[in-house]
């Protein structure tokens, strides 16, 4: 069974014919060259396939989403933002009470960003107790989900109980609207102070995130998301334009949307997978439609607990490839490893695209109205 990195390499280093590391840090040949091999190559392969374990959804919101209205009872904080009279304002005094944003230039600016907000989740503390949902910044500089509450000095980077998973959700927030409903895992912050991040643990929540039901307050920052919209494109307010949608924390690449769509058909009429309109420029998902969009892709996982292990030996057959000549400089073993490589990664493949099952192509339009 492989239960960590350090399998994967032994298990490349005996194809190789050479010993096995007791480190992935030792001062050994074996070790240096297999430490800068492995997650470049681990990331590689994990993007070659969407593969079962890798696959994740999150229900995420086009990029600028609108404010919440200016009220006269809140008494807001610096970096606020909302809305009076159809104009986007932020909040540049401390204790901003009743001022009225068109006419109070001491206390409102007007906001010419979008709604959105980049978060930056704090790092991870032994003296803090997470709630469950909690997410945290470790110390590898991966971000880390809680899975428990009252989640205290547990280091997610070497937690071995199952208290913390990578996370593999948004990491842009909206301005919470109290007329929208909230999925798991999405990310708000309150109007009355943008520096405040909240994140959704439960779906169909449309309660307060202040109100301390059905939201965890991140220990995170807010700052506003400097989009340069490509052509086209424009914030969610905007309708005669498309709408740009951040790529969620750990992507690799997309997975089928609807993977059973097609699968049967009624009277023979075909009923694939409508072709959807994804455009995908650096960071960011672009598309006419206006959200909220719940995405399913591939991740970047790094557990190896959760790796298929026939994908852990074809991986292995790679890191060999790749460390043979380096360690033996022998043709004939860097041969023998092509070989293997191609073997064992082709049964990985074949075994995931039985479970994963074929995807049906998008209903073609002369079908469509031929018929």
């Known amino acids: 069974m492989f239960t960590q990195p350090l399998d994967i390499v032994n298990r490349a280093l005996q194809r190789c014919g050479v010993p096995r590391i007791a480190s992935m840090t030792e001062d050994s040949p074996s070790a240096t060259e297999a430490n800068f091999l492995y997650d470049k190559l681990r990331r590689a392969e994990l993007r070659r396939n969407v593969w079962r ?13 609108a404010l919440s209205v200016w009220d006269s009872a809140v008494t807001y904080a610096v970096g606020a933002l909302v809305q009076f009279n159809s104009v986007n304002y932020i909040s ?7 001022q009225e944003p068109d006419t109070s230039p001491t206390y409102w600016s007007v906001y ?50 199952g208290r913390w998973t990578l996370y593999f959700g948004n990491v842009t927030a909206s301005a919470w609207d109290s007329t929208t409903t909230y999925s798991v895992g999405e990310l708000v912050f309150p109007a009355s102070d943008a520096s405040l991040v909240y994140a959704s643990t439960m779906n169909g929540n449309d309660y307060d995130p202040q109100g301390g039901i059905g939201w965890v307050l991140l220990t995170a920052t807010g700052a506003p998301l400097v989009v340069t919209w490509p052509a ?17 924390n750990g992507y690799l690449r997309e997975a089928p949307q609807d993977p059973k769509a097609g699968q049967n058909s009624f009277l023979g009429f075909p009923s694939n997978l409508l072709a959807d309109d994804y455009v995908f420029e650096g960071p960011y998902l672009i598309s006419m439609d206006s959200g909220p969009l719940v995405f399913r892709f591939s991740a970047d996982v790094t557990d190896v607990t959760l790796m298929d292990d026939l994908f852990c030996e ?32 082709g049964e990985a493949r074949t075994i995931n695209g039985i479970e994963t099952s074929a995807t049906q192509p998008p209903l073609d339009d002369y079908i469509a109205t031929r018929w």
Request: proline letters at 3%; one cysteine or more.
């Open 92 to 98: 540049i005094h401390a204790t901003n009470l009743n």
């Open 112 to 161: 010419n960003g979008n709604t959105t907000t980049k978060v930056t989740f704090s790092a991870w503390s032994n003296v803090t107790t997470y709630a469950q949902g909690a997410v945290v910044t470790g110390s590898d500089n991966l971000i880390y989900l809680s899975l428990v509450g009252s989640n205290t000095n547990h280091d997610p980077t070497t937690d071995t109980a």
């Open 314 to 345: 074809g991986l292995a057959s790679r890191l060999a490839l790749e460390l043979c000549e380096r360690l033996t400089q022998s043709a004939t073993k860097l041969a023998a490893i092509a070989s293997e490589y191609k073997q064992f990664m």
């Open 53 to 65: 374990f890798a696959i994740r959804r999150v229900a995420t919101r086009a990029v600028g989403t």
């Open 232 to 248: 086209g494109t424009g914030p969610v307010v905007e309708s005669a334009t498309k709408n740009i949608f951040v790529l969620p």
